[in-house]
């Protein structure tokens, strides 16, 4: 690699952060990362019109949480900003004027109202080869018509004027050659009304200008690809274009389609990274944080959505990622994004991480179901215990709560229909005489104690689960005991046997 690698994530701040963009963002900085380069944050927000108040934030705070964090960004600047689209407005103009002056563009002065009439009258219409000596525009007016209407103000827009007859090409990392007959493609607008550029010019100028090396995108781009072409080449920057990815899309789980918000909503799964509220309409959109992801997972997840290193390895910290990351290994195909196998990766993440890393994040989950501890040993403990049981980091609420405070119910349904009189006073006799000193011992006790009682066993461990964690669940009883130690234990036992008396 000749130049040194910058890459750009380059989102709108228009919302939520949807799963298929955080991965755009994940693998520009993996590529970054494998080859010593720089990863750059710009904001996107040329088209003021779907702007939304705290979405650049809400941006900011998904790459942070996912571990992504950029090298250049609004927030830490570095030689090549402004970083934010907006800000570099005065620069656009000039390049939009250059193409005018060299024959590569012209200037549309035609009215909504205008536009709309010749839909109505074009099936399909596109403002292009085929249709733009129809129309007002600088090819069709005279030098004097158009510099009066100029001096006047006139609303007009700046057109790209791609020409006849030609067939573009690009070598794309990802897709090998790709080629596009310009016939089909139109004058896209690369400077609005306001004065604002349009993807098609920013996208160019602001890579240009920051030195982009290489340009990774969804595949819905490609077919904008042929104008940025065109456009590198135009301006005289065409030895300087960056190697172009285009990323497979992130199918909907029976692969028909990408994956939308919308899919989201009626399969029951977040698409976002994090819990998105509009501004405007206070609309939640719940996202993976808050449903319980790990960001190690996600990351994971998105990874491989569309990559493999080769192997049947699947469960990989950032570091290897970045150690392993290839765009060679990147599929062509879409990815079909399976919400079971996310919560999958979630779950083997919450088995091999420590009780250490699990810990802040389960305190916050047991603090907002109003559990405060603070032990932080004997929530260790209990972590360790119970992870192999949870998927999500919620699960840790039911599976640990009953270790913070006794159980406010009972499954008694379970219990009663063969609780006796005679189970009862085993419990009591059993509480009297509690030994648990280890779970090994504490178990034979238990069962030495059934047998002579003539009981066996087994008919009693679910009485005994019941009465100290409230339900059907949790590790191994005697495990649990041990924990809550005698006194805890022989409490519950009490408090218990009245309500299967009852």
Request: glycine share 6%; net charge negative; aromatic share 12%.
């Amino acid at each position: 690699m000749n130049k040194k690698v910058r890459v750009r994530f380059a989102p709108s701040p228009t919302g939520g952060l949807h799963l298929g963009g955080v991965r755009t963002a994940l693998f520009n900085y993996l590529f970054a990362r494998k080859h010593n380069g720089t990863f750059v944050l710009r904001v996107e927000d040329t088209d003021q019109n779907r702007f939304v108040e705290g979405a650049e934030a809400y941006i900011v705070n998904c790459l942070d949480w996912c571990g992504i964090t950029p090298d250049e960004s609004p927030a830490k600047p570095g030689n090549y900003g402004p970083y934010r689209q907006s800000e570099r407005k005065p620069s656009y103009r000039k390049f939009a004027e250059q193409l005018i002056s060299d024959g590569y563009a012209y200037y549309a002065f035609d009215t909504p109202e205008e536009l709309d009439a010749k839909r109505k009258e074009i099936p399909n219409f596109q403002y292009g080869q085929a249709t733009r000596m129809q129309m007002r525009n600088s090819l069709t007016l005279t030098i004097s018509e158009v510099e009066e209407l100029l001096a006047a103000k006139t609303p007009h827009v700046i057109r790209i004027k791609v020409p006849e007859d030609e067939i573009v090409h690009f070598n794309d990392l990802i897709r090998g050659d790709v080629s596009f007959e310009t016939a089909i493609v139109d004058d896209k607008v690369l400077l609005k009304a306001d004065g604002m550029p349009t993807y098609h010019l920013a996208v160019v100028v602001d890579d240009k200008a920051m030195e982009i090396s290489h340009a990774f995108r969804g595949e819905e781009w490609l077919p904008s690809a042929p104008v940025h072409i065109l456009l590198w080449k135009y301006l005289g920057w065409e030895a300087d274009m960056p190697a172009w990815a285009h990323l497979p899309l992130i199918l909907k789980p029976d692969g028909h389609g990408k994956l939308s918000k919308r899919d989201g909503d009626r399969l029951g799964f977040p698409v976002y990274a994090m819990n998105w509220t509009d501004p405007k309409t206070g609309d939640l959109t719940k996202g993976f944080k808050e449903l319980g992801f790990m960001p190690e997972a996600f990351i994971n997840m998105l990874a491989l959505l569309g990559w493999n290193d080769g192997s049947e390895q699947e469960i990989f910290t950032l570091a290897e990622l970045e150690a392993k990351f290839a765009i060679e290994r990147i599929s062509k195909a879409g990815a079909k994004f399976d919400f079971e196998k996310a919560k999958w990766y979630n779950h083997e993440w919450i088995k091999q991480s420590t009780a250490e890393t699990l810990q802040k994040p389960v305190k916050n989950e047991l603090l907002k179901a109003g559990i405060e501890v603070n032990d932080e040993t004997f929530l260790n403990t209990v972590i360790e215990l119970i992870k192999d049981r949870c998927t999500l980091l919620p699960d840790f609420v039911a599976q640990s709560g009953y270790f913070f405070a006794a159980p406010a119910e009972y499954d008694s349904a379970s219990v009663k229909p063969k609780w006796t009189n005679e189970k009862a006073a085993f419990f009591e006799a059993y509480a009297e005489n509690i030994n648990l000193t280890n779970v090994i011992d504490a178990e034979a006790n238990f069962k030495t104690l059934a047998e002579a009682k003539g009981f066996k066993p087994g008919e009693l461990m679910l009485p005994f689960r019941i009465m100290l964690v409230g339900g059907k669940f949790g590790p191994g009883v005697f495990d649990i005991a041990i924990l809550l130690g005698a006194a805890e234990t022989q409490s519950r036992i009490a408090k218990a046997i009245a309500v299967f008396n009852s």
